[in-house]
Nanobody
Framework: QVQLVESGGGLVQPGGSLRLSCAASTNIRSIDVMGWYRQAPGKERELVATIARFGFSGNYADSVKGRFAISRDYAVNTVYLQMTSLKPEDTAVYYC?????????WGQGTQVTVSS
């Protein structure tokens, strides 16, 4: 069982930045893939970024390439999503995801609102 706790969401103006954090209850070296997804009102949940266990770089949705960056800190078992040049269409609930041993784990989500 992996528990994930997100933090860092909030209200930001267009063009601003936010950093989301996802703290895992287990050693993230044991997790095959960690990632961020988002769900906007009335839309399906979509992938934002993922990073494999021993990967050096992340995989990104086209809509966020060049603006978002996923990273991790093994020392504190935390994955981050650095978001820059935010747009109103980035507004959504952002969810942390962990895939381990054929199981999918989700955090509770954190709201990101981009508005002036």
């Amino acid at each position: 069982q992996v528990q994930l706790v997100e933090s860092g969401g909030g209200l930001v103006q267009p063009g601003g930045s936010l950093r989301l954090s996802c703290a895992a209850s287990t050693n993230i070296r044991s997790i095959d893939v960690m990632g961020w997804y988002r769900q906007a009102p009335g839309k399906e949940r979509e992938l934002v970024a993922t990073i494999a266990r021993f990967g050096f770089s992340g995989n990104y949705a086209d809509s966020v390439k060049g603006r978002f960056a996923i990273s991790r800190d093994y020392a504190v078992n935390t994955v981050y999503l650095q978001m820059t040049s935010l747009k109103p269409e980035d507004t959504a609930v952002y969810y942390c995801n962990a895939k381990a041993n054929d199981f999918n784990y989700w955090g509770q989500g954190t709201q990101v609102t981009v508005s002036s």
